[in-house]
């Protein structure tokens, strides 16, 4: 069975490599979930190489990249908050997905809200991601609230916020 590789991104070059695949995989999956116009508009605002530089420098983000051996297929986005840690980003690529890479993911996030002292771990999740929202619930996480949230533009990020908690510290 393969296996993935996790590597913190530590410098630019990192994050624009990320960026280049968040767009791919962003066009790749949530068209059956939101439109073209949505998808764009989001990777530009929160996935680009832009975005992604200002969240590592100004709201404490943490970007990750994924690896089945030498190729890139798949990122996490975390960021540190003062009582937990925000889960932002989890992708991977089309090819990448239904290898149970996603579990090897979740562990190493889970070993990085430990090393923070983090007592839990919560992400947003599309209310029409029925395969993702199946995932998370299979790793443990539980719904604790639904939001809607205008991101500008027009549109609107309908949302469960999930959490998963962890070992008491």
Not at 122 to 131: E, G, S
Request: proline share 1%.
């Amino acid at each position: 069975m393969k296996s993935i590789n996790i590597v913190e991104c530590k410098n630019e070059d990192d994050l624009k490599e990320v960026a280049i695949l968040a767009k791919k995989i962003w066009h790749e999956f949530f068209p059956r979930i939101i439109s073209e116009a949505q998808i764009d508009y989001m990777v530009e605002q929160f996935q680009s190489f832009d975005a992604m530089q200002d969240q590592v420098k100004h709201q404490q983000y943490h970007y990750h990249k994924v690896y089945e051996g030498d190729e890139l297929v798949g990122y996490i986005g975390l960021q540190n908050q003062p009582d937990r840690l925000f889960l932002s980003k989890l992708y991977l690529k089309d090819l990448a997905r239904g290898k149970h890479y996603a579990t090897e993911m979740f562990e190493y996030v889970k070993k990085q809200a430990e090393k923070y002292c983090y007592s839990s771990v919560y992400l947003t999740c599309n209310k029409y991601n029925k395969h993702s929202l199946a995932v998370y619930e299979k790793f443990g996480f539980q719904w604790i609230d639904s939001v809607q949230t205008d991101i500008g533009n027009g549109f609107i990020m309908d949302d469960y916020i999930l959490e998963y908690r962890l070992g008491t510290f």
